[in-house]
């Protein structure tokens, strides 16, 4: 399925666009058969934020949603116009990392999971993530579906996409962020590691993990201990456990 990134869908993904006021937001299009609270809520918000509204006729709708082939998708019966999202190259990495004290990049070595892609950015959003950053190419975008599952975070996070990954990462290593990779074979655990200074988080793709180049990159890899018989996590949820015992660490010092 392929979705455009001018359209966010969903009363969530909405109204968050226009709680923050975003500036990519053009005009929001509501089917006019859904007029339940949620609903009524986005409307009133836009009303306040002085944001167009277009009510359309149940056909008018769904030909939209034909048109930006959404028909799979939860859209809830309301979409919003927008310009597309920005992304960025590594140039703009550089002035994130002087302005930030003690800043956390999150690396996904080829993610190509959508809904992966946007419940990272939601959990970064959270943790404090200063950017994320992935390959250019074997790496999902900012889609329609990855910035709905960010929940608001795609706003909030910068996207950075690089042509070469290991030589960012060196880059990175020269300007002093430690890059930790995760692994399931690493042979010592998250919890022992102790996360100080400019950091880099590296997390791999769905099926097959960080490329040999990304790992052999890092300047550590760590475990999250597996207890049971399965024997790796979902990429999205292994980021969040990691992300959150590095906060843990620094709001513990
Ligand atoms: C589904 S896993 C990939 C599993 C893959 N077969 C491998 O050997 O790496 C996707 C990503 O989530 C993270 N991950 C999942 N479980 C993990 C664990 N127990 N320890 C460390 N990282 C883990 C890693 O970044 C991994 O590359």
Redesign the pocket.
């Known amino acids: 399925m392929t979705v455009e990134n001018d359209i966010a869908y969903g009363i969530h993904a909405v109204a968050s666009l226009v709680e923050n006021r975003s500036k990519r937001l053009q005009e929001v299009l509501i089917n006019r058969d859904r007029r339940d609270k949620r609903v009524q809520r986005v409307i009133d918000l836009c009303k306040d934020g002085q944001i167009k509204i277009k009510f359309l006729e149940r056909q008018a709708f769904d030909r939209l949603i034909k048109k930006y082939q959404l028909e799979e998708v939860p859209h809830q019966g309301i979409l919003a116009q927008t310009t597309p999202m920005e992304t960025l190259s590594e140039h703009d990495l550089w002035p994130l990392l002087e302005q930030t004290s003690e800043p956390i990049f999150l690396i996904l070595d080829g993610v190509t999971d959508p809904h992966n892609i946007g419940a990272c950015l939601r959990t970064a959003d959270a943790t404090g993530v200063t950017a994320l950053i992935v390959p250019k190419d074997k790496s999902a975008t900012l889609t329609a579906a990855a910035i709905k599952i960010a929940s608001g975070a795609a706003e909030t996070i910068p996207f950075i996409q690089v042509t070469n990954l290991a030589r960012t990462m060196r880059s990175l290593q020269d300007k002093g962020v430690w890059i930790v990779?995760?692994?399931?074979?690493?042979d010592h655990s998250?919890h022992q590691a102790r996360f100080k200074g400019p950091l880099a988080l590296?997390?791999?793709?769905?099926?097959?993990?960080?490329r040999r180049l990304t790992r052999e990159t890092c300047d550590e890899l760590?475990?999250?201990?597996?207890l049971g018989q399965v024997?790796?996590?979902?990429?999205s949820?292994?980021?969040g456990v990691?992300l959150y015992e590095i906060v843990r660490q620094r709001l513990a010092n």
């Open positions: 990779g995760t692994a399931g074979e690493a998250l590296v997390m791999g793709a769905e099926g097959s993990g960080m760590i475990n999250i201990p597996m024997s790796s996590l979902n990429v949820v292994a980021t990691c």
